[in-house]
Nanobody
């Protein structure tokens, strides 16, 4: 599975962005999808994930209520809608996938930069 993330950019605090992650190589319909981010000088951190059917989502406390993950199986795509952005959200965002709800994240995209100005 190859994952390609896009949609990053520069936005002012309080603004919104929507990231997309398109999968190729196989259908993602049976895969659990997720997002991580990495800020300069910091470790990669979990943002959230969504189950294979799109019926359940999970979020880090730092983004809960502001970020929304969704997916479109027929487009082999998942999304990260980010609202109420803060400067602390500045990071490279990575999409990822794995076969089940638990276990290692087997597939990673190349990352897309999100910069939030104050």
């Amino acid at each position: 599975v190859q994952l390609h993330a896009s949609g990053g950019g520069l936005v002012q605090a309080g603004g919104s962005l929507r990231l997309s992650c398109v999968a190729s190589g196989r259908t993602i319909s049976s895969l659990h999808m997720g997002w991580f981010r990495q800020a300069p000088g910091k470790a990669r951190e979990y943002v959230g994930d969504i189950n294979w059917s799109g019926t359940r989502t999970f979020y880090a406390e730092s983004v809960k209520g502001r970020f929304t993950i969704s997916r479109e199986g027929d487009r082999n795509t998942q999304y990260l809608q980010m609202d109420g952005l803060k400067p602390d959200d500045t990071a490279v965002y990575y999409c990822t996938a794995r076969p089940g709800r638990l276990g290692s994240w087997d597939y990673w995209g190349q990352g897309t930069q999100v910069t939030v100005s104050s």
